[in-house]
């Protein structure tokens, strides 16, 4: 199914599903998960260290790196909709409500093109 037809309560359930068929609730606190978390955006950034901005956007035409990089953003997911599953956040309301306080923090007539206040003109 592709992102398309697969909603975040779909994701959350395979997730929650995949926890519980093995007990491991028990080592899902909040603390563990965020820790997880953190290793495995590690292992991600870890596909771009030491490549240019111009080659890390081309790793998508290398379909081996591609899988890879996949591999990492899916654990990536998984931790954080682990996170929203043990702590039952919203993760739509969530996100909604924070690109709100982005777009107020980060106006688009101000920022359009930078990337922050230290590189307006």
């Known amino acids: ?3 398309q037809e697969t909603t975040v309560a779909q994701l959350r359930q395979i997730v ?3 926890v519980d068929a ?14 997880a978390l953190a290793i495995e955006a590690a292992e991600l950034m ?3 260290q030491w490549i240019t901005t111009d080659a890390s956007r081309r ?4 379909p081996e790196k591609l899988t890879a990089v996949g591999e990492e953003l899916a654990d990536v ?10 702590l ?16 107020i923090k980060y106006p688009a ?10 590189d307006q003109g």
């Open 16 to 18: 929650a599903q995949f």
């Open 88 to 103: 039952q956040v919203d993760v739509s309301d969530a996100m909604r409500r924070k690109m709100v306080k982005n777009a």
């Open 77 to 86: 997911l998984c931790y954080a909709l682990a996170i929203a599953n043990e």
């Open 22 to 35: 093995r007990d491991w609730q028990q080592f899902h606190s909040p603390k563990n998960l965020s820790m």
């Open 109 to 118: 007539d101000e920022f359009r093109g930078r990337y922050g206040p230290e």
């Open 59 to 62: 790793v998508g035409e290398n």
């Open 46 to 48: 870890e596909h771009f």
């Open 1 to 3: 199914m592709s992102d």
